[in-house]
């Protein structure tokens, strides 16, 4: 019950509508009994997030789709990790300071490994934004080789270059044998969310295939990849896992894993009922 002494964490980004974060970090907070509520607010800009998690003396926040970079320009401080990533998905108010991090490249690199060990695995990204960079970053520290594709071949190149990686071409990349591969782009969402940027005959049957994409669950990537045999991760469990993270950080507390991957699955539900 949300009462004067209640604190707020909130998700900024644009578009947050969509967003199944409020639902699983509530659940958290009430099944521990914390006077915590989680928010979601539409921000055009990054600079307005911060602004509002210091106005409304908000206790973190969580930051989506497009202010992942750009948010790091209005931060106090941005810890190591993300300065390597270059993205921050988390904030953290401290007194009077934000301090930023990134919690994206533990959702990957969690959710990958319930199925498949990662170090050694030749891997492709695609995409070239916050979560791509997560992406590369996680299966880098993981003992990954990580390969990189972007329909934008100069963001593609500069993103390459600065995480040390491979960039390829799209009409090549079927030729390396890639063992994994991750989807890091909003391809396969709302209005595009009968379309993959992979066609079904370039999967194959053993390849793991984590797309980013959560709504919908079954991606058309996904039911591709299933289809060829190959191992499918939902983005849900990427979700799951950044979200884990960013509780703990938030809290201090253990949190609870199975009430939050519950939320989320019973959010999905009740869309297509």
């Not at 490994?113 to 170090?119: D, K, P």
């Not at 063992?179 to 396969?188: F, K, S, Y």
């Not at 919908?216 to 190959?230: I, V, Y």
């Not at 507390?253 to 959010?267: D, G």
């Amino acid at each position: 019950m949300i009462n004067a002494q209640t604190a707020y964490v909130a998700i900024f980004g644009n578009p947050v509508a969509h967003s199944l974060s409020p639902q699983m970090h509530n659940a958290a907070f009430n099944h521990l009994g914390l006077n915590l509520a989680f928010l979601a607010f539409k921000a055009n800009k990054a600079a307005e997030a911060a602004v509002a998690i210091r106005t409304l003396g908000l206790r973190g926040a969580s930051i989506t789709i497009p202010h992942k970079e750009a948010i790091m320009g209005h931060l106090d401080e941005v810890d190591d990790v993300g300065r390597a990533i270059g993205a921050v998905n988390t904030v953290v108010a401290q007194e009077d300071r934000l301090l930023g991090c990134n919690t994206d490249w533990l959702g990957v690199v969690r959710a990958l490994e319930q199925v498949t060990e990662l170090g050694g695995k030749r891997c492709l990204v695609l995409g070239a934004g916050g979560a791509a960079r997560a992406a590369i970053f996680g299966l880098q520290n993981s003992g990954a080789e990580v390969f990189l594709m972007n329909r934008n071949q100069e963001r593609g190149h500069s993103l390459a270059a600065e995480m040390n990686c491979i960039l390829v071409e799209w009409q090549s990349w079927d030729r390396l044998e890639i063992e994994l591969l991750v989807n890091a782009t909003p391809v396969g969402m709302s209005a595009t969310r009968d379309q993959s940027l992979i066609s079904a005959q370039q999967l194959k049957g053993g390849m793991v295939v984590l797309d980013m994409v959560y709504r919908p669950l079954e991606t058309r990537l996904l039911k591709d990849a299933a289809t060829a045999g190959s191992i499918c991760v939902s983005g849900l469990e990427m979700l799951l896992h950044q979200g884990v993270a960013q509780f703990e950080i938030w809290t201090g507390e253990e949190a609870p894993v199975e009430v939050m991957r519950q939320a989320l699955v019973e959010s999905l539900a009740n869309e297509t009922d």
